[in-house]
C-alpha cells in the first residue's frame, strides 16, 4: 500500500468500528497522500502517528495549533456527538426502530461536519474550502424527519425529563451533547472560520435528537416522566 488518501468533502462512514480522534482531522490523515509503509509492504498503517505528542495538532488546511484550541474542541464534540449517537442507534436497534437509518445518515454527515470545522477560512486555500464546502440539504432532511414524527406523536404540553426507555434516554443524551456541540461551533463560525449551515445543522439536529427520543418512546409504549417541581 502506496498512501492512504481520503477526501473529507466525499467521506462517508469509511469505518463503523474505526476511531476518529482529533489527531484525525489532519492534513496528513483525511488527505495527503502520505505512505504509512514502505513499497510494497502490505501491513496495515498504523493508527498512531505520534505527531500529536507535544500537545499540537494539524487542522486540514496544515496549520498546526495546540490541542486545547477552539477548532479541536469543536471537532471533539462533534465525534463525541457521533458516539452518542451511534450508542443511542444500538439501544433503538435492539427495539426495531424503523427511522435507525437516519441515526446513520446523521453520523456520516457528522463526519463532513468535522471536515468543515477542521478547515478554518483564515488559512485555507480554494482548494481546500471547495472539498470542504458544507450544504444545506442535511437541513432540509432534518426538518422533514421531524415534521413527520411529530404528526404521530401527542402535543408535548408539560416539560419532559430525559426518560421513556434506554433509547429514548439515550436520545436525549445526544441531544445534549449536541448543544455542546453547537455552543463550541457557534463562535467558530460567527468569525467566519466555518460554513454558516454548519451551526444550523447542529441547531436542528438537537430539535431531531428531541423528538426523536419523545417518539422512540411512545413507540416502546413507555412513558415520559413529566417535570414536577419538588414540595
Known amino acids: 500500500m ?9 467521506l ?13 482531522w489532519t492534513r496528513n490523515t483525511l488527505y495527503a497522500g502520505r505512505s504509512y509503509a514502505t513499497e510494497g509492504d502490505n501491513r496495515s498503517p ?8 507535544k500537545g499540537f495538532s494539524s487542522t486540514f488546511t496544515g496549520e498546526r495549533r495546540p490541542k486545547e484550541d477552539h477548532i479541536f474542541e469543536a471537532l471533539g464534540s462533534t465525534d463525541e456527538l457521533s458516539s452518542a449517537i451511534g450508542l443511542a442507534r444500538e439501544f433503538c436497534l435492539d427495539k426495531g426502530h424503523t427511522f435507525t437509518y437516519q441515526l446513520d445518515k446523521i453520523q456520516c454527515i457528522l463526519q463532513d461536519v468535522g471536515s468543515n470545522i477542521a478547515t478554518p477560512r483564515s ?14 440539504k442535511p437541513i432540509a432532511d432534518l426538518e422533514n424527519w421531524i415534521d413527520k414524527f ?28 449536541c448543544r455542546r456541540a453547537e455552543r463550541n461551533v457557534a463562535p467558530i463560525v460567527r468569525t467566519g472560520e466555518a460554513d454558516p449551515d454548519v451551526a444550523k445543522f447542529l441547531n436542528r439536529l438537537s430539535d431531531y435528537l428531541f423528538t426523536a427520543a419523545r417518539y422512540a418512546a411512545m413507540k416502546d409504549g413507555n412513558e415520559e416522566t413529566i417535570y414536577k417541581r419538588p414540595e
Open 2 to 10: 502506496a498512501s492512504f488518501i481520503i477526501k473529507p468533502a466525499y
Open 123 to 136: 488559512s485555507a486555500r480554494e482548494s481546500h474550502i471547495k472539498k470542504t464546502k458544507f450544504t444545506a
Open 46 to 53: 498504523k493508527i498512531y502517528t505520534k505527531t500529536g505528542d
Open 150 to 177: 411529530t404528526e404521530e406523536l401527542p402535543p408535548l404540553t408539560n416539560f419532559i425529563l430525559p426518560s421513556g426507555g434506554k433509547g429514548s434516554a439515550a436520545l436525549h443524551l445526544a441531544r445534549t451533547v
Open 12 to 24: 462517508r462512514c469509511v469505518v463503523r468500528a474505526g476511531r476518529l480522534i482529533n489527531e484525525h
